[in-house]
Nanobody, 123 residues
Framework: QVQLVESGGGLVQAGGSLRLSCAAS????????MGWFRQASGKERKFVAA????????SYTDSLKGRFTISRDNAKNTVYLQMNSLKPEDTAVYYC????????????????WGQGTQVTVSS
């Protein structure tokens, strides 16, 4: 089992930035691809970004390219999501995910999920 714990969410004004972190523990020494999804209130969960274990492969939902950046530090078993120029429509619960191989937008391909961290962007 792999446990994922997100942090870094909070309230920010439009135009601001936040960096989310996701720390993996348990069998975290495995080579897991990791990703981020988000779910706004009353809406379905949507893909944000994902990164391979090596960091050489990344995937983003098109609408977020240029504002959001995913990265990882394998020495710390941690993946990050840097979010810039935040907009009110970015308000959502952000979930961290992990999978042995998959790097992409399909949520059921991921084996492990965190509990989520709330991001609220005020206008």
């Amino acid at each position: 089992q792999v446990q994922l714990v997100e942090s870094g969410g909070g309230l920010v004004q439009a135009g601001g930035s936040l960096r989310l972190s996701c720390a993996a523990s348990g069998r975290a020494n495995g080579r897991y691809a990791m990703g981020w999804f988000r779910q706004a209130s009353g809406k379905e969960r949507k893909f944000v970004a994902a990164i391979s274990w090596s960091g050489r492969t990344t995937s983003y939902t098109d609408s977020l390219k240029g504002r959001f950046t995913i990265s990882r530090d394998n020495a710390k078993n941690t993946v990050y999501l840097q979010m810039n120029s935040l907009k009110p429509e970015d308000t959502a619960v952000y979930y961290c995910t992990a999978d042995a191989e998959y790097v992409g937008p399909i949520d059921y391909e991921y084996d492990y999920w965190g509990q989520g961290t709330q991001v609220t962007v005020s206008s």
